[in-house]
């Protein structure tokens, strides 16, 4: 059991667990158990705390903003928010007892000449006084990460959050999801909703779909040969988003390589899309775990 901080990077285990955290959006960017990875990272992805490009792979945490936000206090801010591109404060990593700790912590503070935060702030014409923290916990054969997020000053502060997850799979064709059977979801690539009525959705083509989960919905599987994850969050992350940019879409984006790895990856995201509303003084907090089975 270890905690190494190597410049940006902090380098984490327990048993035969090992995961490592880029400082820049607090991204996840490694989660390995008995020697398999289990998240895909593009080898153009950019670590460095030094870059404003989101990390191309791992955990990218979206927030204020999902995609072009269709909220109006978010419509100024850009494609999936600002926080995964902003150098975090790593607070303490620390061995208990079961398990390898990891903390860190963004605040307005930080954000203060963020181009972004500042379109964020006019809409309530006031600085936001926020603080995001993210504490990740390392078992030896799972990772849970529970994010917090206190709003400080703004009556009714609104936001979209999202874990933007990439899975690394040995075959996406061999993959299937299971546990999204009645979850009615919005294919984003025909903007159509229809309702998944199959126990395992196949991924065969360049996909995008945003599903509203049920109660039947909260443990959703991806299995592929002996490559076998399971995915449970809490309650308040009742979304869930399957893409895969396909050969088409790999190819328009600069920092996916090697462009055929689109073979190698799903990403499966739980999130809070639907807009959520914090009061003045409140706090709002969801967890996360990616289990091996
Ligand atoms: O989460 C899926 C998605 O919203 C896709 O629609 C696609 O835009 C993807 O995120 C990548 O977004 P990014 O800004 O990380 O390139």
Known sequence: MSVEVEGDLIRFSYGGARAC?????????????????????????????????PVRGG???????FGKSYLESLKAVQQHGFVRNMAWDFVIAEVLTERTVARFRLSHRQC??????????????????????????????????????????????????????????????????????????LDRLQTRYRLDTSPMLKVEEQTDKMYTLGEANREIDILSGNYNVRLTASENLSDLV?????????AKMKDFEPKSSYRNMCCVEFGAVEGTTLAK?????????ITII
């Open 59 to 65: 955990m990218p945490l979206i927030f204020p903003a």
């Open 242 to 250: 399957v893409w895969n940019p396909w050969k088409e879409g790999a």
């Open 112 to 185: 203060e000449n963020e181009q972004q935060y500042i379109s964020w702030c006019q809409f309530y014409g006031q600085r936001i006084e926020f603080e995001l923290s993210m504490v990740f916990e390392l078992f030896p054969d799972h990772i849970t990460v529970d994010t917090s997020l206190v709003n400080e000053n703004v009556s009714e502060l609104e936001f979209q959050f999202l874990y933007h997850t990439y899975f690394r799979v040995p075959c996406v064709r061999d993959m299937y999801i299971t546990g999204l059977k009645g979850a009615k979801y």
């Open 21 to 53: 955290v880029a400082r820049k959006g607090c991204t996840l960017v490694s989660f390995v158990v008995n020697g398999d990875e289990y998240l895909y990272l593009s080898e153009a992805a950019n670590l460095s705390s030094k870059s404003s490009t």
């Open 281 to 289: 003084g409140g706090r709002w907090r969801c967890q996360h775990t």
